[in-house]
């Protein structure tokens, strides 16, 4: 299993709509769920750092499931309702980027 860990940047004001889409994913988003496992992702966390800055931790089989998972048609058209939330980069994509892990510890 690999770690990942991303940061998003959202729109001002957009926090609790970001978090009634999420909610709603187990009872009306079956497809990006089958997706999400089809692409490897095995678990997704995320963590508000302040009203505009998101780090989403997942558990990964390989280092391409994201990738897998953003070329998937569930995955676009959940793109499409979550896209007036969030910040976007030059090529209209989410400004999202991965961290580099510098720190983990395991009690033994």
Known sequence: MIYQALALKLKTGGIKEYIRHHDQIPSKWPKLQSALKESGILSIRTFEANST??????????????????????????????????????????????LTQIFEFKAK
């Open 53 to 98: 800055l998101l780090f989403l931790f997942a558990e990964v089989t390989d280092n391409n499931a994201f990738e897998r998972l953003w070329n998937t048609e569930a995955h676009k058209e959940w793109a499409e309702v979550m896209e007036p939330l969030m910040e976007l980069n030059e090529e209209k994509k989410p400004d999202a980027k991965f």
